[in-house]
């Protein structure tokens, strides 16, 4: 089973997570699925949440100032400007 986890929106946009086997595993975007359940839990505890409780659709609604793009993110993927929040 598959958790797809939502990141904090603004605290975190990349997560390195440390296996036990010593690698590194990177998650970065806005929601995350977790390989396995040593990583949910290691992101959970950078504040991770369960997605699909409802508060994905109203934690979205960037634009950037620069090329309009509708981002997710305060960095605007497409051009790297800002990305404030729609009102
Ligand atoms: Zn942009």
């Known amino acids: ?7 904090p929106n603004d605290a975190v946009r990349q997560a390195d997570i440390r296996r036990p086997d010593g690698t590194t595993r990177r998650y970065t975007g806005s929601i995350v699925t977790p390989a ?13 949440t369960p997605a699909g ?3 994905w659709a109203t934690s979205r609604g960037r634009r950037c100032t620069d090329c309009g793009f509708a981002a997710y993110f305060v960095t605007c993927g497409r051009c790297g400007g800002h990305c404030p929040k729609e009102t």
């Open 36 to 48: 396995d359940a040593h990583d949910e839990r290691a992101l959970r505890e950078y504040g991770a």
């Open 1 to 7: 089973m598959t958790n797809k986890l939502l990141m």
């Open 53 to 55: 409780l409802g508060t």
